[in-house]
């Protein structure tokens, strides 16, 4: 059973645009909700992360949106740029747990 | 400081073979994992390791056996490698005791290809 349900599994946006990623969830216990960013060679890292007592958090360009009732939560990248290509994998955890990757989400922005 | 280190970067092995793959990071974490990458399946852990002498199972650990030999070093071990080991393999670590929700750090990974 996949615990984290990621899509789009690929993205193409125009430079300039919005990208955006989601993400959707089962386990009502999960309370911590980080993105990492992966570039291609690299090993993944942090990017952005929200618990479920907002609804969002930003962080430059880049935006969490969380819908607990949904059982949701979205990443938006703003103003997308070349350089945000990349791999790009949400994440859940429960406490006293093991954090639960998406499948990933390979974002290709075209200039 | 170097974070998260590993080796090799790349290797070849034999269906039966054995190797060792190995990692170090220099922050003081306690916390240490090893995640394979398969095309479509994102990150899987494989065994974690809150502290020097500690391991736990993760989602896939069937094949592989890990040795944390002290805080600084996580080792990965496939006894008798098979095709379906193929992958691209990520170590980790982040700091705290247990699992917890600090940022993870990973290093650059061992790309594995077992023939």
């Known amino acids: 059973q996949q615990q984290v349900k990621q899509s789009p599994q690929s993205l193409i946006v125009q430079k300039g645009g919005i990208s955006i990623i989601n993400c959707a969830y089962e386990n009502t216990a999960f309370d911590y909700f980080p993105w990492y960013q992966q570039f291609p060679g690299k090993g993944p890292a942090l990017l952005i992360a929200?618990?479920?007592?907002?609804s969002e958090k930003k962080e430059g360009r880049f935006t969490i949106s969380f819908n607990k009732s949904a059982k949701q939560f979205s990443l938006h990248i703003m103003d997308s740029q070349p350089g945000d290509s990349a791999t790009y994998f949400c994440?859940?955890?429960?406490?006293?747990?093991?954090?639960?990757f998406g499948k990933g989400t390979t974002l290709s922005v075209s200039s | 400081n170097a974070g998260v280190t590993q080796t090799p970067k790349f290797q070849v092995l034999k269906t039966g073979q054995s190797m060792t793959l190995q990692c170090a990071q220099d922050?003081?974490?306690?916390?240490m994992y090893w995640y394979r990458q398969d095309p479509g399946m994102g990150l899987r852990l494989i065994y974690y390791s809150a502290s020097e002498g500690t391991t736990d199972k993760g989602e896939v650990p069937n094949g592989y056996n890990v040795s944390r030999l002290n805080k600084r070093e996580f080792s990965l071990r496939l006894e008798s490698a098979a095709p379906s080991q193929t992958s691209v393999y990520f170590c980790?670590?982040?700091?705290?005791?247990?699992?917890?929700?600090?940022?993870?750090?990973f290093g650059p990974g061992t790309r594995l290809t077992v023939l």
């Open positions: 929200i618990r479920p007592d907002v």
């Open positions: 980790a670590s982040s700091e705290g005791l247990g699992y917890s929700y600090n940022e993870q750090f």
């Open positions: 994440a859940a955890m429960e406490a006293g747990t093991a954090l639960i």
């Open positions: 922050m003081n974490h306690n916390s």
